[in-house]
């Protein structure tokens, strides 16, 4: 059964950082593509960050230069570090994952992470 769990989510000034984790199990992140969303409330969902099979990475134009997401085989683990942050990016912030590359029929995410970022 594949779970992610979310977290280090929290509160914090603007210019602070934060690093998210995403912890899978039930299949193994490595060559597989994950992303990185987020969802404020009245809004839609927005894509982050991306990773892909071959490692490659995607970001939002409003995170580039601020995030950064990476994956760690050996923990099963995806995270995100965010530097920098801005008021709007306030929002809950959830992992994306699944065997397989981004556009596979089946994918999974979890509870989310709420992050707050205060002027």
């Known amino acids: 059964q594949v779970q992610l769990v979310e977290s280090g989510g929290g509160s914090v000034q603007t210019g602070g950082s934060l690093r998210l984790s995403c912890a899978a199990s039930?299949?193994?992140?490595?060559?597989?593509?994950m992303i990185w969303f987020r969802q404020a409330p009245g809004k839609g969902r927005e894509e982050v960050a991306r990773?892909?099979?071959?490692?490659?990475?995607r970001y939002a134009d409003s995170v580039k230069g601020r995030f950064t997401i990476s994956k760690d085989n050996a923990k099963n683990t995806l995270f995100l570090q965010m530097n920098s942050l801005k008021p709007e990016d306030s929002a809950m912030y959830y992992c994306?994952?699944?065997?397989?590359?981004?556009?596979?029929?089946?994918?999974?995410w979890g509870q989310g992470t709420q992050v707050t970022v205060s002027s």
């Open positions: 990773i892909g099979t071959d490692g490659s990475t």
């Open positions: 039930g299949y193994t992140v490595s060559s597989t593509c």
């Open positions: 994306e994952g699944g065997p397989g590359n981004c556009n596979s029929a089946i994918r999974y």
